[in-house]
């Protein structure tokens, strides 16, 4: 049994269409990738994250980094531990 291509039934004026078709989505997607990149490059961090949580104050609890670390308060812990053996 022979498998027929799908296009068997077209003109070459229309695969040459086609071809073209083919080729200007292959141009236009890499045109769209730069410009995508370019958009990306441009972002402004702060602004993007607003958009997407809605506006904080960094500067303010509860978003405002804590003053220590947990590692601060690991210490501590081990520093009590090391003092009752």
Same mark, same amino acid.
């Given at each position: ?17 086609? +071809? ?6 292959? =141009? ?11 958009? /990306? ?5 702060? +602004?993007?994250?607003?958009? /997407? ?12 980094? +804590? ?5 601060? =308060? ?5 520093? +009590? ?5």
């Amino acid at each position: 049994m022979s498998e027929t291509s799908a296009l068997a039934d077209w003109t070459p004026e229309q695969v040459a269409q086609g +071809k073209r078709w083919v080729q200007a989505w292959a =141009e236009a997607g890499a045109i769209m990738e730069q410009l995508r990149r370019d958009e /990306l490059r441009q972002l402004d961090t702060h +602004k993007t994250i607003a958009l /997407l949580c809605g506006p904080a104050d960094y500067h303010q609890p509860p978003f405002a980094p +804590k003053p220590t670390s947990g590692l601060v =308060e690991q210490q501590r812990w081990f520093a +009590k531990v090391a003092a009752r053996t």
